[in-house]
């Protein structure tokens, strides 16, 4: 219910913020209407004083001439493109080129002119005020919906928050913002420089070499800029445990290793698209989110938290009380093995108290201690050794079904060369259909989340949206950039819209 709640809110929210800035963007120009009607408010007046001056003109004052050039640019600056302005203007030019008669016929019907266009922009400006007014019943109508729904989210998971605000770092309010709008700026960085690249290299035939030249280097300058910020902002900006459960509303995931893995799941696969900034774990508990929010105990005493698993941090001497509370208050445990008393402490109470179906076992390969360990605490043989991979993340994964009969996945990723035939280029076209990367399908990441996917469905937890979340998470920095190009260009336009409204005045 949690998940569909969360769906809910989402899509509202959505819907409240797309329709809220077309009525800004319709407000706005309600407001420019406003402003042509009140400069036009003098019209009959000034096309009288039009009138009468290519009147005195015709009949020889030649002073007029500098009123009848006055009154053309005032319609020129204030009259909406129209009969009045065009007949002004065309008088101005007869009376320039000496048709003094034609141009007392054309401003004999000035008066009539401005009536119309005076009409036409009330109702322009009567339709814009409806428009804008009916698209800002939604976001309005839509904003209680979404905070009784983001209330109600909350109610299953106010309980584990609490536990877990126990124990996160205190920090400065402003340190996250500030971190997330320099982080911000990096993926602007990042997906401006790759769109200059890709420009160039496109349209380099039809650019000047110099020109061709700067583009490279300085796009290239770019991607490197982005990619040094966010290395340096992305860890300050990371949202602990309490934050990550309050924005998502169902129960966790919780993330169970020991702290010297975190080394290798912080690598970056290089394979994962152009550019990537997103370390396995990142990669992995993206592909997990599909389940719920994935939180994890940070290794005590490291100075940043590391990405992927959103972090608190247990007390070294009192740990265990509160790992058995989140145990139970999460949905789906995943443990990966590893040669720490701890960590076997903790498959011991899994165990014991929790249902089957919520453990997960991540074994690493090439570690056969590992395997002869798990197998004396397994009441049911796992034959993990002849099936386990090579790869030292993660080799295999081991659910349980009711009866905590272990199944065993092997994570082993399948080598190319082995695919059925046409299976590589439908998962190439399923990637590329998803704006995904053809090449992140293999890196060991997305087989691990293949791997879990298959394993959970085994146990009846269907997520079908797991491998494809690895992938798409893997090249996120370049979907963030171009995102937030796209809200910079969508803001700026809104702005000149706004610069306009008041320089009208």
Known sequence: MSSRLRVLARLITAVAIVTAYVALHLAITAGMDLRACDRFRDAPARAAAFTAAVDRYAAG?????????????????????????????TSTGDVEKGRVSLARERAAGLAADVERDRARLDRKLGSSRATALYWAVPPVVLLGPALWLRRRRRLDTAEIIRVVSRFAPRQRWWRRPVFLLASGAGYVLLAGGAIVVGTAQREGYTMPPMAMMGSLVGGLAAVGAGLLSLRYTRPRSARGAARALLA????????LRSFADDDT?????????????????????????AVGPVIAVGRPGEPLPRLGAARFYLPLDDWQPTVLRLMELSQLIVLRLGLGEGLWWEVQQARATQP????????????????????QHLSAPSRLAEVVGSDP?????????????????????????????????????????????????????????RTVKDALASVGVRKRTMAWRATFVAQMSMWKGFALVTVLVLLGWLVDRVLQLLGSG
């Not at 998502?248 to 993330?255: A, E, F, I, N, T």
């Not at 089957?356 to 197998?375: D, F, I, N, S, T």
């Not at 272990?406 to 035939?421: F, G, K, S």
């Open 61 to 89: 004052d030649v002073s007029a001439r500098a009123e009848i050039r006055a009154g053309n640019t005032w319609f020129k600056e204030n009259a909406p493109s129209g009969a009045s302005r065009s007949a002004v203007s």
């Open 248 to 255: 998502d509303g169902r129960k966790p995931v919780l993330y």
């Open 265 to 289: 799941a912080a690598q970056v696969d290089d394979s994962a698209g152009f550019v990537s900034v997103h370390s396995r774990e990142e990669q992995f508990t993206g592909a997990l989110g």
């Open 356 to 375: 089957a179906r919520k453990l997960v076992l991540l074994a690493p390969g090439g570690v056969p201690e590992l395997v002869q360990r798990l197998e």
């Open 393 to 449: 993340w993660t080799g295999a994964v081991i659910t349980f079904d009711p009866e905590w009969t272990p199944q065993v996945h092997p994570a082993e990723p399948v080598p190319r060369a082995e695919l059925p035939p046409g299976a590589l280029m439908r998962r190439g076209a399923r990637a590329m259909k998803a704006g995904l990367g053809f090449m992140a399908m293999f890196t060991p990441t997305h087989h691990l989340a």
